[in-house]
């Protein structure tokens, strides 16, 4: 792989610097991370996913003391959304215990607004994983610093029980599509949320035992139906195609260790297929801008690599990472060259303006590459 980069290490900890400046200047008060500030599709909300990796970025830099206020704050703002809909995820479960289907609208949302609401726009709002990423996250944070997180005991218990409820419904994926598929990276976020949860000694046995009965349930289907004939993980149950989501199911979330052979050709094949000089696609039909590298995959790539030991081959995305950053040291969501289909960049550009940029879980990515290679600002 080669980047074309000649940035120094020096060059390196300061976008370190810079990323957690943007990261900061935009949190908002209330401690929510918006996915874009500018963004017109993005502005004014927030992820839970975006936001946990995000976190986890800002966790990861104890030489920052407002990183790790930053993290905390919206750990602690996640905390406060998932409780306040303990009711609405009660009702939920017991509909469902009951037998009784439960539409895709009324299940919980993706995203909030700033201050914690839903927004009054239509979006592809049903999407499990963002649940499991903030519960893993939470717990790294917790367990990498000791922290007191305002009201996270509540929020656990909240969506640990709703995860453990309706862990094997379909729902949109990382992009927001296919919402009738049950898509492995999902699954795999799950699986790491809900060991988080019980790591966390805050369950009560029932939902405990509803926790340990998911986690046994995810590894069976996924044994089961989750790896292609060539070895590697599923795009989603039923299809031979690999996404650049996959990633986080060998490195942050462990739903098989780097060492384990299906973990090592799912990061191969994902390479082989989505990486081109240092930038990662989406996946191959992607027509979303054109169908661009995106920036936080190359962090996803690189931390996998960084963990199963292979840091020059790490070191070659952070680089790359770093070498798209903007004259104002700002990453995008992602990039234009080398297009999947040129032929549906405008389309987009006309509906919702330029790409997305700063995009904040770009930043996340690259301060989490970072770390694992010991460059700090």
């Not at 009702?91 to 993706?110: F, I, N, Y």
């Not at 994902?270 to 936080?296: N, P």
């Not at 969501?333 to 700063?358: D, I, M, N």
Request: aromatic share 10%.
């Amino acid at each position: 792989m080669s980047v074309g980069s000649d940035l120094t290490r020096a060059d390196l900890a300061r976008l370190v610097s810079r990323s957690v400046e943007v990261i900061t200047t935009h949190q908002s008060p209330s401690g929510a991370y918006p996915a874009s500030p500018d963004f017109s599709a993005y502005r004014g909300y927030s992820w839970l996913r975006d936001g946990a990796f995000i976190a986890e970025g800002m966790s990861r830099h104890a030489q920052i003391t407002s990183a790790i206020a930053s993290a905390t704050a919206f750990h602690a703002w996640c905390a406060r959304v998932v409780t306040a809909r303990a009711r609405q995820v009660e009702s939920l479960v017991a509909r469902a215990g009951r037998g009784q289907a439960v539409p895709v609208a009324e299940m919980l949302p993706t995203r909030f607004t700033l201050d914690g609401g839903v927004g009054a726009d239509e979006w592809w709002d049903h999407q499990l994983d963002g649940y499991g990423t903030w519960l893993w996250a939470a717990g790294q944070h917790v367990l990498r610093h000791g922290t007191h997180v305002e009201g996270l005991a509540d929020g656990v218990r909240v969506a640990a029980r709703y995860l453990a409820a309706f862990w094997d419904q379909p729902c949109y994926d990382w992009w927001e599509e296919h919402v009738d598929q049950r898509h492995v990276a999902t699954l795999g976020a799950i699986h790491a949320g809900l060991r988080a949860a019980r790591d966390l000694g805050v369950l009560d046995r029932a939902t405990s035992e509803a926790v340990t009965a998911a986690i046994e349930g995810i590894e069976a289907l996924i044994t089961a139906e989750g790896v292609a004939d060539a070895g590697h993980l599923r795009k989603w149950l039923g299809s031979d195609a690999v996404d650049g989501s996959l990633l986080a199911c060998v490195t942050p979330f462990g739903l098989y260790p780097a060492g384990h052979r299906v973990a090592a050709v799912t990061v191969a094949e994902v390479e082989r297929q989505l990486a081109v000089d240092g930038g990662v696609h989406r996946y191959l039909a992607d027509t979303f801008y054109g169908g661009g590298r995106w920036i936080l995959l190359s962090g996803f790539l690189g931390w996998n690599h960084a963990r199963a030991g292979r840091p020059e081959a790490a070191l070659r995305y952070l680089e790359w990472m770093a070498a798209q950053a903007t004259e104002q040291g700002e990453l995008p969501e992602q990039v234009s060259g080398a297009l999947l289909a040129p032929e549906r960049y405008q389309e987009w550009v006309g509906r919702w303006g330029s790409v997305a940029t700063p995009l904040l879980w770009s930043h996340g990515m690259y301060l989490i590459l970072a770390d694992e290679l010991g460059v700090t600002a």
